[in-house]
């Protein structure tokens, strides 16, 4: 697809374009140079408080506990006093 340079440097991004990849107005993109080309990239900022969540280990912690979830591995209590009383021993 083409479009054209205008002024202050602004840029149209095609609608399909849009679409395709669920952008909305306010949304954030990554513009870098990788051989020669501009290449945009979606993003989402992440608060620097929440980024631990984002962590590739906190990921991968979180995939293993749905997988847990999904084959029943998981305990279930009747009241808090005895999920903590499970949690001392």
């Known amino acids: 697809m083409i479009t054209q340079i205008r002024e202050k440097s602004q840029i149209t991004i095609p609608k ?11 949304d954030n993109i990554d513009i870098n140079i990788e051989n020669d080309k501009i290449v945009i990239k979606p993003v989402v900022i992440i608060p620097k ?9 906190w ?3 979180e995939s293993q506990a749905e997988k847990d979830i999904e084959n029943g591995q998981v305990e279930k209590f009747n009241s808090t006093q005895e999920l903590f009383e499970d949690l001392d021993n």
Do not use: H
């Not at 399909?16 to 306010?26: E, Q, S």
């Not at 408080?49 to 280990?57: D, P, T």
């Open 16 to 26: 399909d374009l849009i679409k395709k990849l669920n952008l909305k107005i306010g």
């Open 49 to 57: 408080a929440q980024a631990w969540f984002w962590s590739k280990e």
């Open 59 to 61: 990921q991968q912690r």
